[in-house]
């Protein structure tokens, strides 16, 4: 019998160090994996955040070339519309010198001086075509200016779109792992409360197993007490007396411990219940468990 009740508890103690051993490697593993998970996350965000910046710069960089490129093309547009005043004055200067020359000046001074004036003409001429290019290939660099800073900027926000996309489906997979890790302490839970259904069931069955490996309790060669208790009182006959005789609570309590003291694991206490004893099955059971708990050599361990 001992050897079949070292056997079954080396079994419930292996059992213990598996479940032990199993469930605190399976929670750190869960944990290394959440702490990955959460450190890209942080990574993603922090690229987002420096691409929203570049986005942003970009975004003001446009609208600025947007700024100069309009500012361009109204210089350019009021160089036009000077050259072209400038043209209309001197047509009409010309035709107010010739009218001049035709009322006052030789042939000779006439010629002369329209060689002049459309020396002049020509040299404002050229000079207004010169603003106009200028205008106009300052205008040409700010538009490929802003059709650069236009692509840069659908790129970076295509990019932060992936970005985005990206986000999401890290925020859906942790979701589920958050849901996957819920149902695996569920299982842990469950699983706990069974090991320690189990190990109450064990307990149970050890105490029961103990209880049929340890003999019937007997008076044979114990020192027998008689404690006779009913609603008139308690009374006790110790070993060699010939009668009982009354006694209080507390003085049944002091000679009951003189006895457990004096004779330990040879005391049987016989508790007497009369029939007419007046007392309750409660009141009676309650007091039979503690004298036998305290006193008796059965309840030793």
């Known amino acids: 019998m001992s050897d079949g009740h070292f056997s079954f508890a080396s079994l419930i103690s292996s059992r213990d160090e598996y479940e032990e051993s199993f469930w605190p490697s399976f929670t750190d593993i869960m944990m290394v994996i959440t702490m990955i998970f959460l450190i890209v996350t942080v990574a993603v965000v922090l690229t987002n955040t420096r691409l929203l910046d ?18 361009s093309a109204v210089d350019a547009q009021r160089a036009a519309q000077e050259a072209q005043r400038a043209a209309q004055e001197a047509q009409k200067a010309n035709q107010q010198a010739e009218f001049q020359l035709k009322a006052n000046a030789t042939l000779e001074e006439q010629l002369d001086y329209l060689q002049q004036r459309t020396a002049s003409l020509e040299m404002e001429l050229l000079r207004s075509r010169a603003t106009t290019e200028e205008a106009r290939a300052t205008s040409t660099s700010k538009d490929a200016e802003l059709a650069r800073l236009q692509a840069l900027s659908s790129t970076q926000a295509d990019t932060l779109g992936l970005r985005d996309k990206a986000i999401q489906e890290l925020q859906i997979t942790l979701e589920s792992k958050e849901t996957d890790m819920a149902g695996l302490r569920t299982k842990v839970d469950e699983s706990e409360k069974k090991l320690l259904s189990m190990q109450g069931e064990y307990t149970e069955l050890d105490q029961k197993y103990q209880k049929l490996l340890k003999p019937a309790r007997s008076t044979k060669g114990k020192q027998v007490v008689e404690v006779v208790y009913s609603k008139s009182g308690y009374s ?6 010939a009668s009982s005789r009354s006694v209080t609570r507390a003085a049944l309590e002091s000679e009951l411990g003189a006895l457990k003291a004096q004779h330990s694991t040879e005391l049987y206490v016989k508790v007497i219940i009369p029939n007419n004893s007046g007392l309750s099955y409660n009141e009676a059971w309650r007091f039979t468990s503690d004298m036998l708990n305290k006193y008796d050599y059965y309840a030793a361990p």
């Not at 006790?236 to 007396?241: E, Q, V």
């Open 236 to 241: 006790i006959r110790k070993p060699g007396d």
């Open 54 to 71: 570049n986005l942003r710069h970009s975004v003001l960089a446009e609208q600025v070339a947007q700024q100069e490129a309009q500012q």
